[in-house]
């Protein structure tokens, strides 16, 4: 079956506090319905090989530092930093991760350092949180006694 998803920050949030999960609120595809908007947490629907990306853009003067979580394990740390000038900050990734059925990824403020935590969104591509299968687990147990090789004489 086909997971992906494809969410979007519509509007600029502000003020975010230590660990607070970031909710990109319109979805542009939801393939096995694994994203929602209500808690922007993604949930695998199936097991396997999963590729997440995102861009976080912050507005001029302000800093971003987020986590992209597994499991409440973090994966990766990021920055978008434009703070104490007067200009525009993006920060994007990609990782790749095993996930069994029911484990949860999602973006995050991190703990580390102090920030006012801005996220720029504008419902175009500004700030996204992307997902999808790449590869799903297939269990297959075969009995060596069940195998036949062809004749090879």
């Not at 947490?41 to 199936?46: D, E, G, K, L, T």
């Not at 978008?80 to 403020?109: E, K, L, Y």
Request: proline residues 3%.
């Amino acid at each position: 079956s086909q997971v992906a998803f494809h969410a979007q920050l519509t509007h600029t949030i502000g003020n975010l506090g230590i660990h607070q999960t970031i909710r990109f609120d319109s979805v542009l595809l939801n393939e096995g319905n694994g994203y929602s908007t209500r808690s922007g947490v993604f949930v695998a629907p199936i097991s396997g090989l999963y590729v997440f990306a995102w861009t976080i853009s912050d507005e001029e003067t302000h800093c971003m530092k987020y986590d992209v979580v597994k499991n409440s394990v973090v994966l990766t740390y990021h920055i978008s930093d434009a703070a104490n000038h007067p200009d525009w900050t993006v920060s994007s990734g990609t990782i790749v991760t095993r996930m069994n059925s029911g484990d949860r990824v999602w973006i995050r403020v991190s703990d580390f350092y102090k920030c006012m935590h801005y996220v720029f969104g504008t419902g175009h591509g500004t700030s996204l949180f992307v997902g999808y299968l790449l590869n799903g687990a297939v269990w297959t147990t075969v009995s060596p006694r069940h195998l036949r090789l062809p004749n090879t004489y």
